[in-house]
Every structure is written in structure tokens, then in C-alpha cells.
T-cell receptor, first 113, second 114 residues
Framework: DAKTTQPNSMESNEEEPVHLPCNHS???????IHWYRQLPSQGPEYVIH???SNVNNRMASLAIAEDRKSSTLILHRATLRDAAVYYC??????????????FGKGTKLSVKP | DAGVTQSPTHLIKTRGQQVTLRCSPI?????VSWYQQVLGQGPQFIFQ???????GRGNFPDRFSARQFPNYSSELNVNALLLGDSALYLC?????????????FGDGTRLSIL
């Protein structure tokens, strides 16, 4: 079962920042927070991941709440190519998941020109 | 560098048949995972392999099996196909099979069962 909660859909305007929220109130201390996105007719694409500290890469930033019960994926300037389903996933090296990804329904992001 | 490659890209089978799907991981990646994505849903984990050993299995029937070869490529086999097996089958690779490692996905094999 997915252990994260995301809005079903969000809209953004092109060239504006986008903040995609994710709640994971049952997160444990060793759960990593991963974000993937999936464009139509493609496999999921890795975006970013983190454990406790905020993370930045060329695609996005990940802001993790101090209590780790929520996180936010930040796209600094949305483009039309960012329109996709965004998945927030917890992954751990214990229990049944053993580092695998348990996908939920994700957030469908639409970007308006 | 080449990404994860899967073959074939599309496949049509009939009920009761058997199918083999293939996956080549990114060069240097030693772990391969398989996922099934039914239309309108997120991918569901089927198997994970590392160094030719099965490291994890999702909630799928025994009709599903897989293996990993010495060159780290992998095959997913599905026997006695059912209509409900129609889906996009995704392969993902990572350097190591740990939660802190990102997984890189191929674009999948679209399997249609008639």
C-alpha cells in the first residue's frame, strides 16, 4: 500500500514555480523520500530523492519538513514538458519493500502556456 | 550512455499463451526490477534481482517468473496469460538494490492479451 498522500491534480502556468506537496505522516527514520514523474507513453523518470535534508539537482528541489511528515517537490520554472504525473514514494531497506518503489496514484500536473 | 532498453516494445498474445520480456540495464547497474502498470494506475512492483539472485517479490501469482543473467540483463516470463495481464511492463535498473539508490526506467513493453 502507498504510504503517501498527494493531490490528484494541480495546474500551473508556464515559467512559474510549482510546489507539489506530499504527506507521509507514518514515515520511519530510515525511509527515503523519492520523486518520480511519468510523461504519457513513457516509463517513470527519476526526479530527486532525499532522507532528511533538503536536496537540489538540475531538475528540481526537494524540501523536507523538519519532522519529515511531509515534503514538497519544487519545479522552479515550469515548462510545457513538465506536464506529467508526479509520484511521491517512500522507500526503505527493510520489511517487504526492500528498497523497491510502491507507487500510489500521484499528482497529475497540467501546465498552461 | 544508453538508458534501460526493453524489448519488444509492443506484443499481442492470446489467452493461455506464454510470453518473455527482456531488459538490458544501464551499463554498470547490477540490480534490475520489474513493474506492471495497468492503464490509469501507478506501476506495481513484481520482482527485484541483484547479482542473479531474487531479492524481492511483489504480490503476483506464480505464473510470473524472472531471472537475471551474468551480464545483469533480465527476462520476465508470464505463463498461462489472462486478459488481466494486459498492461505496460516496466523494467528499472539501479547500481545497487538499496532504498537510497535511484531507479532508472525503460519505456516498457506494452502487452495486449486478446
Amino acid at each position: 500500500d502507498a504510504k503517501t498522500t498527494q493531490p490528484n491534480s494541480m495546474e500551473s502556468n508556464e515559467e512559474e514555480p510549482v510546489h507539489l506537496p506530499c504527506n507521509h505522516s507514518t514515515i520511519s527514520g530510515t525511509d527515503y523520500i523519492h520523486w518520480y514523474r511519468q510523461l504519457p507513453s513513457q516509463g517513470p523518470e527519476y526526479v530527486i530523492h532525499g532522507l532528511t535534508s533538503n536536496v537540489n539537482n538540475r531538475m528540481a528541489s526537494l524540501a523536507i519538513a523538519e519532522d519529515r511528515k511531509s515534503s514538497t517537490l519544487i519545479l522552479h520554472r515550469a515548462t510545457l514538458r513538465d506536464a506529467a504525473v508526479y509520484y511521491c514514494i517512500l522507500s526503505a531497506d527493510y520489511g517487504g519493500s526492500q528498497g523497491n518503489l510502491i507507487f500510489g496514484k500521484g499528482t497529475k500536473l497540467s501546465v498552461k502556456p | 550512455d544508453a538508458g534501460v532498453t526493453q524489448s519488444p516494445t509492443h506484443l499481442i498474445k492470446t489467452r493461455g499463451q506464454q510470453v518473455t520480456l527482456r531488459c538490458s540495464p544501464i551499463s554498470g547497474h547490477k540490480s534490475v526490477s520489474w513493474y506492471q502498470q495497468v492503464l490509469g494506475q501507478g506501476p506495481q512492483f513484481i520482482f527485484q534481482y541483484y547479482e542473479k539472485e531474487e531479492r524481492g517479490r511483489g504480490n503476483f501469482p506464480d505464473r510470473f517468473s524472472a531471472r537475471q543473467f551474468p551480464n545483469y540483463s533480465s527476462e520476465l516470463n508470464v505463463n498461462a496469460l489472462l486478459l488481466g495481464d494486459s498492461a505496460l511492463y516496466l523494467c528499472a535498473s539501479s547500481y545497487l538494490p538499496w532504498a537510497g539508490q535511484p531507479q532508472h526506467f525503460g519505456d516498457g513493453t506494452r502487452l495486449s492479451i486478446l
